[in-house]
C-alpha cells in the first residue's frame, strides 16, 4: 500500500493497553517477558521516531518516507 503511517494515537493507546496487560500479568503470576518487550518497542518508538524535540510534540511516523509527518493534531501531545 502506498500508505503506510505509524500512527501516534493509536500508539498510546496500544501502549497504554499492554501496561494494563502488564499489571494484570503480575496481579495473577503470568510471565512478563513478552509484555515487556512491547512496552519497550513503543516507549522506544516514542522516544525516537515519534518524538520531535524542536517542536516539543510527538507526530505521525511515514513509514514508507522514513520521516515524521510534521502536523500539529489532537494526537500530538497525547503520549
Avoid: M
Avoid at 501502549?15 to 503470576?29: E, S, T, V
Avoid at 511515514?62 to 515524521?68: I, K, S, V
Amino acid at each position: 500500500a502506498p500508505f503506510c503511517v505509524q500512527d501516534t494515537f493509536t500508539s498510546a493507546i496500544l501502549h497504554r493497553a499492554n501496561k494494563d496487560l502488564l499489571a494484570l500479568a503480575d496481579l495473577i503470576g503470568e510471565g512478563t517477558e513478552e509484555l515487556n518487550g512491547w512496552l519497550g518497542r513503543t516507549q522506544n518508538a516514542f522516544g525516537t521516531r515519534l518524538w520531535d524535540e524542536d517542536a516539543g510534540l510527538y507526530y505521525d511516523f511515514d513509514l514508507r518516507a522514513g520521516e515524521r509527518i510534521r502536523e500539529n493534531t489532537c494526537a500530538a501531545f497525547l503520549p
